[in-house]
Structures are given as C-alpha cells and as structure tokens.
C-alpha cells in the first residue's frame, strides 16, 4: 500500500488528514447536464446505459476529463440491486416497478442476489474506469435500506412516501424483515464494487428526510448500521448521505461513517455542532444556485468554505444531485471557484 | 376584555401562559378527509367554496363540531390574494397560475389590493364563523411572501422550486421589489381577517425549506419581518410556518413571532435548544402516522408531548397538512390521545 501522502486528495480528506485544499465531486456529475452525456444517452435507454459497461464507464469519465474533479463515481442507479432481487424495473423518465411490496408474501418473494452474477455490468464499469483513469480516486455507491424500501412499497417515486411509512406502521415486522434483506444485497453489492476497484463508498439515503427522526433512527439508520458494519473490513472510506436527515447528524455521527453528506438546508457550522467534529462533512451548495450567475456561485462557495471550516475534514459538494439545466460553464465556475478558494490558507 | 383566565384555552397557550392542558389544531382540518367537507365541495369548484361565505364557513364549522378542536382556522387558501393581485388563478386541482412573473415589468403590473374591495368574500366568512361558534377561537392566515413569490415566478407548484430561487440570485432588486408588494399585500389581508374577528394569525411558509439558511434569510425572513411589525398593532398571537426551514429557527425565535409552527423532521426538543424557549413551539406528528394504527398515534402523540415538555409552551398539530387518504376515525384518536395525555401533570 501506497504511503498516505501519496493517496489521492479525495481519499486523505474522507479520513480526515490535513490536506493542502477542499476536494471536490457532485452528485449527478455524469448526467444530462453534460452534451456528450446526452450523446451517449441518445445511444441507448437509461437501464441499457447503467449496464452496458464500455458506456457506463465513458459517461464517468466525461466529467473528469472536462473538470478535472477529485473524485468519480461509477455512473449506475440505486435502483438496480432492486431489479436484482426481482423487481421488474422501468424508467419513463421517473422509475416504474412492475409490483408493489405489500405482504410478508411479497418479501419473502424478493431474492438476495449475488452481486457478481446479477449486476457483473457494474463491476466490469469499475474495472474499466479504473484502467483508463487509475489516478482519479472511484465512488462506488448504493441507496440506502429505507430509500430502496420506499420505492418498493410506493412502486416508483412519490411526494410524501406515506404509504412506504403507513407499512412501517402497521407491518412493523415485515417491514423490518424487507429492511434486513436489503441490507444485505446493499453489503453485498457495495463489497463487490470495493473489490472490482472503487476506492470509497456512497450510500445514498434519499427519503430519509420524509421521517421523523425517532423514524429514521428505527426505519433509516439501523439498517444503515449494519452496512456500515459490514463495509468496514474493506478499509475504504464510507460516506453516508441522508438526505434532510439533520436531526439525526448526532446519532449519524456515531454510526461508523468516515463522511456524512449534509445537504444545504443544514449550514455546514450547524451540523459541525451536531456532529461533534466526529466526522468529516461533505457538501452542501443548492443545485439550484448553479442556475444563477457566477458571482453568486463563488459568493456561496466562500459561504460554505467558511462555515466547513475547523472541523475534522470537508469535501465540497452540492446538496443534491446538479440540476439538468445546469450551464456545463456555470458547473465548470464552481470547480474554479472551489479549487481557488478552498486552499488551506495556514500550512497543513 | 375578558380577564385573560377566561380566554380559550388555544389563545392563553399562545401567548404562552400555563395551561392546563396542550391545546390543539389540525392544519387542513378542514378538508378533503371528512366526508361531510367533500359533500359541500361536490356543489362547486375550490375557489367556488373559497368564495362563498356560507359555504366557506360551513366546513369551517365541520371539524369542530366533530371532534371539538381548540381553535378553527378560516376556510381558504394562500393563493387568494394573488389572484386579487391581478394574476388569473384556477385549480386543476394543482393551482395553475395564468402568467410567470418574470421581469421587472411583471412585478409593476401587479396590484396591492384592498382586501376588504376585493376579498370580502373571506372577511364574510370570518364573521359567519364567528357568530356561529363564537366560543371557538378563530384563526386567520396567509402564505408568506417568498411562498407566494415562488408560485408566481412557476406559474404553479413545482418540486424543487429551482426557477423561483434562479429568479432570486438573477434579479435580486426585482426579487426585493416582488416581496415587498407581497409584504404590503399579506399584511393588510391579514390585519383585515383580524378585524372582521379572527383571533391569532398564521403565516405559511411552506416553501422555505428548498432554501438554504442564508438564502432563508434574504428572501424568506425579511419580506416576513415586515408582515410581523405591521400585524403588532393588532396584538393577536401571530403563529409563523416556515416548514423545513430548521436551521433558521434561533432567528425566527426572535422575529416577533409568538409561535413558532415546527414541521416532523425536527424533533420539539431540538426546536427548543435552537429557539431558547423565547417562542411557543406548535407541531409536529407527521401526518403519515394517522395512515397507521391507533396505538403508534398514541406512542407518537406522547413522544412529542415529552419532547415539548419544560418550554414555553405547546400548541399540538401536524407538522403539515392532514392528508386526503386519513380516515376521520383516526383523526378522532389524535383528538383523544392530545386531550388525554396533554395534561399537566403539576397544575399550572
């Protein structure tokens, strides 16, 4: 293994070393957004793209080569491992599930699948990716147990997600049975995305902010806790991203996570508060300010910088994912922006 | 005036008096939920029943006759007054507003009504309640400025509210004009609601919460602070709403606000530590637990009257609007858990 101060930025910040500037991703950065996405894009559907590797791999690369960011994540979809266990998926544009999950029946229903065999396409993406650019440090990702169960239950996306939380309530039981088995694909997919290559992991707990938080802590973070718990023989930095989910920070904090996502409603200073310092922050510019004209990018980008600042470590990052009618000009103002004045002004 | 001992007890809990026991309301309580509220709606449209004094009143009346709430909340909705603005406004039944304000020529156009001239129809509403059920303590409303700034500029509902907030960092001077006629508008619908009878006021924001803290501030709170000043003179317990908007709660403690409207994802302990127990807190059962079984209603009602304990005060509500699918049975069981378990245990 490599000495630490030869890892990658990226990589040294997620463990919380000192580094010498505030790395950089986004979210979606391979996405619409992008021309020469929407080229590839045109070339097949959105699953047909997740699983054709030599694609998949190319629309990962494409904003490192126009951005030179400091981290990629391996372009796929959270819901894949749900098509895995069973679930005929579609996406017009928004996600379609053949069957919604309702009974005991149902989950008993739905497969633990072994990640190499029915998602091999991800991994070969990985291995692909980390052959052309082996320098730029590799995301590997899933959703989040009660994200992917929301989808299951609602059968495709929703505005409130109550009928994922009226099962909750009155199938406790079942609901934490269903939970425990995306645990378990979710560990499995994540293991085989660290071992095909990715040097770091997301899990991406969309719906978390839906919950009340004595919910979430129920529903949403303890089966998050045993991925985490899982994961951490791999010895890869784990981010996790539980989205208005702020109540929690202090119980996230504690959870085993290297980094935890905040998204921009939760000043970054607020959540060190919550947090403790335990942990290092990753975020929290609003998509939507990307919309608007540079001087306000860079006004909001000194904001955040300053209010990351002191605490245990900080990766720059939108809030959520970039919007698709992003200007790529106005994505490429923020990466200037954030590698001029996110250097540490006192030596590290 | 009545010795403050004999006011109802919603009004005393308020302005923050020991009561003897937690008081509550449901926001949309007055809603598609209670069968007799979608008889009335089946003889016209929504702005037909908002506009019909009679029939306004009428499911006004309903959810206090069924179940003897501590306060009513006048029957109508938020975009009322843009329509009196000059904007043409129909329900679909999303609303769907006829033009975008875009440009600065778009914010002249528009009108600062005379509420009484061109919504008396509310006004008319307030005084049939009132004489109809003058024991019930009234509530009138209004949507905050930025909330009504952001259907103007979409024309409509949207998920991300991204065109509202592009519209604020692009022409901030336009965005500063649009919620200063929005300010000037709000107040003085609102100061007239309180002089045909309503008793307290409160101001929705319901969009704050797609706003960064910082931009929460700019575009949220300020045009709001105006309302709040003008609406003293009144000396009616004025409650604001600014869902999701958490991260703002220690400014909006010291706004001038006398209750604080809190939505599920913060916990009412939380709230407490961010407003230093200056304002009431009122909330916050997430309205999807009333899809579920009775007793988790009960565990969550009492886990909330715990978290409130020890403040200011506690008004009981949702922490949004009761949603169309909840059945009146449990409704009912929320009434009974509040008015059982909300009382104090040490008198007051």
Redesign the interface.
Known sequence: MAAAAEEPLFLRACRGEPVERTPLWVMRQAGRYLPEYREVREKTTFLGLCKTPELAAEVTFQPIRRYNLDAAIIFSDILVPVEAMGVQLDFNPAPVLATKVRTEADVDRLIVPDPVKSMGYVMESIRIFRSGMPKTPLIGFAGAPFTLMAYLVEGGGSK???QA??F???HPKVARKLLEKLSETISAHLIAQVEAGCQAVQIFDSWA?H?????YLTFGLTPTLRIIEALKKKNVPIIVFAK????ALPELSQSGADVLGVD????LD?ARQLTGDRVVLQG?L????L???IE?IQT?VQ?ILNEAQGGKGHVFNL?HGI?P?TKPEHMGALVEAVKRLGVRRVPA
């Open positions: 409130s997600y109550s939380k009226q909750c309530y009155e902010g919950l009340s938080k004595d919910d208005g989910a702020h109540a921009w409603t939760t000043p607020l929290n609003d998509p939507s300010v919309l608007g004209p306000n909001q904001r809030g919007l009618e």
